[in-house]
């Protein structure tokens, strides 16, 4: 009897194993880091407060709110830099793709910024500040 109870204790906690280290790996495997070319293009780059809708705040005539920052297939920034810049206090240089976001980094290639992924084509980071960045894809000129 004894033995049989060892035996059925053992193979409880060999599933419960299993289960936890083939958990982790399914969640792991769900996100999927995209090539650089997926996001290369322009993006237009709201600043908001968290109160503020951004779609309000597109239709405001507010230049500073808003500008169109251009991503590129190299993973360096072209025009927007530095209106983004003066956002996050440091002017970004690259940037990155990362499994749940985007990354810019500065001069010497580390993150300055991480934007979250909220859907395709738009992702949001919160500054020190407060206030909030979005980065939604402009849809190309047909």
Known sequence: MVNKAFTYRAAAWLCAAFLVISGETGMASSLRLEEPSVFAGKW???????????????????????????????????????????????????????????????????????FSRQRDGYYLATLQSGLVVTLERVAPDK
């Open 44 to 114: 237009l780059a709201t600043l908001s407060t968290t109160r503020d809708d951004p779609k309000a705040q597109k239709l405001q005539d507010k230049p500073s709110n808003t500008c169109e920052v251009e991503l590129l297939a190299n993973q360096t920034l072209g025009q927007g830099t530095n209106c983004l810049g003066a956002w996050l206090e440091q002017a970004p240089i690259g940037w990155f793709a990362d499994p749940d976001g985007l990354s810019m980094t500065g001069n010497e290639g580390s993150r300055i910024q991480f």
